[in-house]
């Protein structure tokens, strides 16, 4: 199987292409090395892996492969806040540009179109949760950005026929994320003596899905060829943020005078929540995101 990741140097990413080396699985990676990316992975001189230095919003050109898989995007909720710019490039306009050097190969050699997409596209909901047929309804930037490249990716099978995947899937957490991330910044800010800023009273609530879960869930996925089709990704493990810094706090041994309450997420999601049953029916189910005390054993 020859798969063209792209993105694969950041969080979600690598976990994926970790595991698609183990199963012998040839990469190229595209991924335009930012703030977010690990500029040295263990892979780097695997004899199946090869990266290529490049913004897809601007390549011109797509390697022959079985599945586009693109998890590349700019992924922080606070920055697309302070300034949308990149999210649009990256986000809509990455996309749009994939997609048309899709439709411009012949259909023989046409890849899977596999988007990464997140819950936030639904927006926020109080109680129960979100299905796959549900309303978008994006709440900040971020979640605009990937709503509109679901858009995309779903016009684009209807009008010229492209076989595409979308999974939706819940805060991930694990090895390997950037510092922003709400767990890596709580062991940053411990571990430099620096009190951790939670948003507003911190009663926010996310589904928090490990890493390897996430992933699993998309070998499944292309394991069982699935196409033309989109599933939400969640292992129900709902957390609020300020239940994530007191986790973290316990883990190191700290105390709650180490949190700091600061100015609310401007458009705040109260609580995302989808129901995973669709791809439960698949035969996935999360076997590592109980609580977030198992990550220690990984
Ligand atoms: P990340 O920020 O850790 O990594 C993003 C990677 O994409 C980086 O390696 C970066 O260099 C690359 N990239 C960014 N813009 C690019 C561009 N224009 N061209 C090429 N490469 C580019 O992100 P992540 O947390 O691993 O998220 C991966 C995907 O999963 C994203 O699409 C994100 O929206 C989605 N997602 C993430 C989460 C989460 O909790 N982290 C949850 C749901 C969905």
Not at 56 to 78: G, K, Q, Y
Not at 84 to 111: C, M, Q, T, W
Not at 174 to 198: A, F, M, T, W
Not at 253 to 270: A, F, L, M
Request: charged share 25%; proline share 3%; with cysteine.
């Amino acid at each position: 199987m020859k798969i063209l990741v792209t993105g694969g140097r950041g969080f979600i990413g690598s976990h994926f292409v970790e595991q698609a080396l183990k199963r012998k699985w040839s990469i190229i990676d595209i991924d335009k090395l930012t703030y977010a990316a690990h500029q040295s992975l263990p892979w780097d001189n695997h004899k199946n892996y090869t990266l290529i230095k490049a913004d897809i919003s601007e390549i011109d050109h797509l390697t022959s492969c079985d599945i586009l898989i693109n998890f590349a995007a700019e992924s922080h909720v606070d920055n697309s806040i302070t300034s949308s710019n990149a999210f649009v490039k990256s986000n809509i306009l990455g996309v749009h540009n994939l997609l048309e050097l899709v439709r411009g190969k012949p259909s023989y050699d046409r890849p899977l179109f596999f988007h990464i997409s997140t819950d936030e596209v639904y927006g926020d909901r109080l109680t129960g949760e979100f299905t796959e047929e549900d309303k978008l309804s994006p709440s900040n930037p971020y979640s605009a950005t990937k709503a509109s490249a679901e858009m995309l990716v779903l016009a684009a099978h209807r009008t010229y026929g492209l076989d595409y995947l979308i999974t939706r899937s819940s805060n991930n957490y694990g090895e390997r994320q950037y510092k922003e991330k709400l767990i890596p910044k709580c062991i940053d800010c411990l571990e430099n003596d620096k009190s951790i800023p939670i948003h507003g009273d911190g009663s926010y609530i996310r589904d928090w899905t490990f890493v390897k879960d996430n992933v699993a869930a998309l070998i499944l996925l292309i394991d069982k060829k699935v196409k033309n089709n989109i599933f939400n990704i969640a292992a129900e493990n709902y957390l609020t943020n300020l239940d994530v810094a007191s986790t973290v706090i316990g883990w190191m041994g700290k105390d709650h005078s180490s949190i700091r309450y600061v100015e609310n997420r401007w458009g705040q999601d109260v609580r995302y929540a989808v129901a995973a049953s669709k791809i439960k029916n698949l035969g996935w189910k999360p076997v590592h995101s109980k609580g977030l005390f198992n990550w220690l054993n990984h």
